[in-house]
């Protein structure tokens, strides 16, 4: 009887230890993090389409536009800044790193916007299939972009809520040492004024919003 006893507190025991860990977020807090990282590999594969596109919207617009040289110079510049910086999902918890990554991205968000608003002078490149083509591809690339990161975002916000919540916050601090991970940024100053971006330097004086 007395072993019946003690394998049944032993039962007990492990039991209530299983369901003291779980509340402590041993299973929710990996979930939240696989997920979270999941989404931001979204994020980055629609940058990287966008990115695609960019060379060949940069030599259809040339062969109308040659005098807009120094705008698809920046263009350019600004895909190679942006394509250069990559951060791993080993690195969204470093703010530092994720203001990188969101500052090329939104350089070259600017940039893309200045030389599509110079195509307005050109009405022969306005009507070439190739351009209206690349044009639909990269509106509807933002379009993805934005679903992404928006989806990133929610899964950000779940995770870090998950880690600094009772009793979950227990096992991030003593079990997992997790870290808050940084949301993905709407906007930039830069985006917010694209015709007065510098991909070489500080943005132009004449920006209000380049202090």
């Given at each position: 009887m007395a072993g019946f006893f003690t394998r049944f507190a032993r039962i007990a025991f492990v039991a209530a230890a299983a369901a003291s860990l779980?509340?402590?977020?041993?299973?929710?807090?990996p979930t939240a993090?696989?997920?979270?990282?999941?989404?931001?590999?979204?994020?980055?594969?629609?940058?990287?389409?966008?990115?695609?596109?960019?060379?060949?919207?940069?030599?259809?617009?040339?062969?109308?536009?040659?005098?807009?040289?120094?705008t698809l110079t920046k263009v350019t510049e600004a895909r190679a800044k942006a394509t250069s910086v990559q951060i791993s999902a080993a690195d969204i918890s470093d703010p530092a790193k994720m203001a990188?990554?969101?500052?090329?991205?939104?350089?070259?968000?600017?940039?893309l916007g200045r030389l599509l608003a110079s195509v307005e002078a050109y009405p022969d490149l306005k009507s070439n299939?190739?351009?209206l083509a690349l044009q639909s591809q990269l509106e509807g690339t933002e379009n993805r972009?934005?679903?992404?990161?928006?989806?990133?975002?929610?899964?950000?916000?779940d995770y870090n809520v998950t880690i600094r919540t009772f009793p979950a916050v227990i096992g991030a601090k003593v079990i997992y040492g997790s870290k808050p991970m940084i949301p993905f940024e709407a906007t930039t100053p830069n985006a917010q004024v694209a015709p007065s971006v510098s991909f070489d330097g500080p943005a132009a004086p004449a920006s209000p919003a380049a202090n």
């Open positions: 779980a509340g402590c977020g041993v299973n929710s807090i993090e696989e997920n979270a990282k999941s989404k931001w590999g979204e994020v980055q594969n629609q940058y990287q389409r966008r990115s695609d596109l960019v060379p060949n919207l940069v030599a259809t617009v040339k062969g109308y536009a040659k005098q807009e040289q120094d990188q990554f969101q500052a090329a991205q939104g350089q070259l968000s600017a940039g299939q190739n351009f972009i934005a679903i992404a990161r928006r989806d990133y975002n929610e899964a950000v916000k």
